[in-house]
């Protein structure tokens, strides 16, 4: 039975809960109508804006864009709903010096004082009251940084450190820091009031759904100082599961959108290994105010026009991934061009038949192609001219060299004249176009499905046994190509792209009968060419300011290539984990790493907390680490949970009991989480897995081992553990991320194969 005193204990404690709970209420109803102001005052400046219409001058309608842009852009950002606008107040000692350059000193002036004299709010964008005071601070601000950066080691100027918790206008929760325990701190004579266990494990407890959440309000000190580096070269970022690499690289984003707007608006691209992860992720930066102005693209779907659709063996990934493919692809783009190329070129000029035989077409296609590096494509032009040239040869080879000047100058006009009569002639044209073709990447791999073919281009460039699986991987193809690639697939396309190049196309302008008469083109507005944009076909920026790659340690040479394509003057941040990589070959990715990177600066960061698993799960896991990666650390989880992982088998060889299996443990873990549930299965058996799942909702999800990669879940089951190791070479640095996808509740579903003992541990994880 509760005593009086615990009760009136608990009394009290809710009592300063509520009473601080009203008191950040106070202070969100005084940012919304603050909010409300700024509104109004963005919808007149686009009613005047709209009035400037009838003012005619180049000068009042350019001002006018101007004032439509700004005020478009100001209204988007203060109109969308966030949750938790208003996450953070930090609650400061006096400062040793006054700010410089806006940013607070970071020294108390006395660090046993303790008084509060000073009190920021931190949200996800800056608003200032009527007279310029800041009632909320942009949380990518360098005053903001305290909030992050302090520790009870190290805590600065701050005191107490507040996550709020809201939802639409309501304060919901309050959940306090004390980072000087050693003080009884007051805030304007009162002892100043702590509230909750913790701000980062209230936010870790929550229950995960199938999209990230932005962590702005529990951002911790190793990870904000990742976020606020400075962007010039390559920021290199390691770190093992849970430990927030994903969502800091995105957080970075908006930091550098924050810090030089002018530079990154939409010039930054966030390249992922799956379209999973590009759905679980694409919506924090909205969260963060920046919805539009980052391109985030799965490493399948870097193309224009093209989005992977399959996957390739482990075998053929090897070889598609290798660097070696770069030689490969240029011998079959040359290749491509004479397979089924006509032997003979036979024209009528001059009154007589003019022939080129096999020998001579193949030493002009060679000085067509010479030893310069041009695209095939762009040769087109060239080849027409030195056939031409031959053809002339041929017509004029009994005719004696012209003897002076004006001889020379009447054969170069014979020339000029049998050039352009012989190249309108149709047998003409239709040589040329079936002996020097327009070639597209995807007709270039579809020569490869024929494997005499592979393997005779291939020759000592890779194996005939790997020359086989790269022409079977390519056998569903049409003869144009037309067939789903994969992921490496489309790197081999945009090497292809480089190789062949785009034909020449005549530029085709629109003249407005206006442009004829004055010369001048019309002023154009911003909702004119709004309204164009929308009538065009969009184009895909293939330059970028900076790029941000994300599990890096999965790309194969062949990416890095394609990545770097697109990151020529950009600024880099790279986040990954050796441990985690499915690429069996480091040292060739390192290697085309330091290509792309090639003379530019980098500074390296290493995150060493995990905030997703509890220490149950991360224990597990970390015995799958050590025959993985031997000697590599595993990151520290904050938490426990007090559920130990759960082994199961199944000893019955049939499918259908491990699948019965697999859906009783999936409906089990349905019952103890709120959140997702994932089931993760080796490659070849998602679609089997999937059929598991049927009917037990949307909070669950089957998932191949490669597609898990940077998810998590509130509860996972991993079944077939030594399936998912036997996959490939990197099979058990590929069961080490299943096993750490799960926030809460982990199953390992163990097969006859897993090799059980009488509780259930797969052999795998006896250690």
């Not at 106070?26 to 005047?48: G, P, S």
């Not at 040793?96 to 660090?111: C, M, R, V």
């Not at 069996?584 to 500074?603: I, M, N, T």
């Not at 997702?676 to 598991?692: F, S």
Request: proline share 6%.
């Amino acid at each position: 039975m509760q005593s009086n005193t615990d009760t009136t204990a608990a009394t009290d404690h809710e009592t300063v809960r509520e009473r601080e709970i009203a008191g950040e209420q106070q202070h969100l109803d005084t940012v919304y109508h603050r909010l409300e102001e700024k509104l109004a005052e963005a919808e007149y400046i686009l009613e005047d804006a709209a009035k400037r219409v009838h003012v005619g001058t180049p000068g009042a309608l350019a001002e006018r864009d101007a004032q439509v842009y700004r005020a478009g852009a100001h209204l988007q950002r203060l109109n969308n709903e966030f949750e938790d606008f208003l996450f953070g107040r930090i609650d400061l000692q006096r400062a040793d010096a006054p700010e410089e350059h806006g940013i607070p000193s970071d020294t108390p002036l006395d660090p046993a004082d303790p008084a509060v004299a000073e009190t920021l709010h931190i949200g996800r964008l800056g608003v200032l009251d009527a007279e310029y005071g800041p009632l909320v601070i942009d949380w990518r601000a360098p005053a903001a940084a305290p909030f992050y950066r302090a520790t009870p080691v190290e805590p600065g100027r701050v005191i107490r450190r507040r996550v709020i918790r809201s939802k639409g206008r309501r304060v919901i929760g309050v959940e306090d820091d004390l980072l000087r325990p050693d003080l009884t701190p007051t805030l304007n004579g009162r002892e100043l009031a702590v509230v909750g266990d913790g701000a980062l494990m209230a936010s870790l407890g929550r229950a995960r759904s199938h999209s990230m959440r932005d962590i702005v309000s529990s951002i911790q000190k190793e990870q904000d100082e990742v976020i606020r580096a400075a962007a010039a070269g390559a920021t290199l970022v390691t770190g093992g599961p849970g430990t927030g690499k994903t969502a800091v690289a995105l957080h970075r984003a908006a930091y550098l959108l924050y810090q030089d707007r002018r530079r990154y608006a939409g010039g930054i691209l966030v390249v992922s290994p799956t379209p999973l992860l590009v759905s679980y992720t694409e919506g924090v930066l909205p969260s963060l105010g920046e919805e539009g102005q980052v391109a985030i693209r799965a490493v399948g779907s870097l193309v224009d026009g093209i989005e992977a659709g399959t996957y390739d063996s482990p075998e053929a990934s090897r070889v598609k991934g290798s660097a070696r493919m770069v030689q490969l692809l240029r011998r079959a783009a040359r290749a491509a061009l004479e397979l089924g190329a006509p032997q003979e070129l036979k024209v009528v000029a001059r009154g007589e038949v003019l022939k080129l035989d096999a020998a001579r077409l193949k030493a002009v296609r060679g000085n067509v192609i010479g030893s310069g590096g041009t695209p095939l494509n762009l040769l087109r032009p060239r080849a027409r001219r030195l056939l031409l040239d031959a053809l002339w040869q041929e017509a004029t080879r009994h005719l004696p060299k012209p003897a002076d000047h004006y001889a020379r100058e009447q054969r170069q006009e014979e020339k000029e004249s049998f050039d352009e009569y012989v190249s309108d002639e149709a047998p003409f044209l239709d040589f040329l176009d079936a002996w020097w073709p327009a070639l597209t990447p995807r007709r270039v791999l579809a020569t490869l499905k024929q494997h005499r073919h592979t393997n005779r281009i291939a020759r000592r460039v890779v194996a005939p046994d790997e020359a086989r699986l790269l022409a079977a991987s390519w056998r569903h193809l049409s003869h144009r190509g037309e067939g789903a690639l994969s992921a490496h697939d489309v790197a081999l396309v945009d090497e292809l792209q480089v190789l062949l190049g785009e034909a020449a196309r005549p530029k085709v302008r629109e003249v407005d009968a206006v442009d004829l008469l004055s010369g001048l083109e019309e002023v154009t507005t911003f909702a004119d060419r709004s309204s164009r944009q929308r009538e065009r076909v969009p184009v895909e920026r293939t330059e970028y300011a900076h790029v941000i790659v994300d599990e890096a340690q999965d790309l194969t040479p062949m990416q890095w290539r394609m990545i770097g394509r697109r990151a020529r003057m950009a600024t880099w941040t790279i986040v990954g984990d050796p441990a985690q990589s499915s690429w069996p070959f480091p040292q060739e990715a390192q290697a085309a790493l330091d290509e792309v990177l090639s003379g530019k600066p980098r500074r390296r960061f290493t995150l060493t907390v995990n905030y997703r698993n509890p220490a149950e799960i991360a224990e597990v896991a970390a015995k799958v680490l050590a025959l993985a990666a031997p000697g590599t650390p595993s990151p520290s989880a904050v938490r426990r949970v007090g559920v130990e992982p759960r082994f199961a088998a199944v000893t019955d060889p049939a499918p259908e009991a491990f699948g019965a299996a697999a859906r009783a443990e999936l409906e089990r873990l349905l019952t103890e989480v709120d959140g997702t549930v994932a089931i993760v299965v080796p490659m070849d058996r998602r679609a089997e897995a999937a059929g598991w799942t049927e009917g037990l909702g949307e909070r669950v999800v089957a998932l191949g081992s490669l597609e898990a990669k940077g998810l998590e879940y509130d509860a996972t089951v991993v079944a077939d553990p030594t399936g998912i190791a036997g996959e490939s070479e990197a099979g058990l640095r590929v069961l080490y991320v299943a096993l750490t996808r799960a926030t809460q509740r982990l199953t390992v579903l163990s097969g006859p194969d897993d090799l059980p003992d009488a509780a259930g541990v797969p052999a795998l994880l006896h250690g």
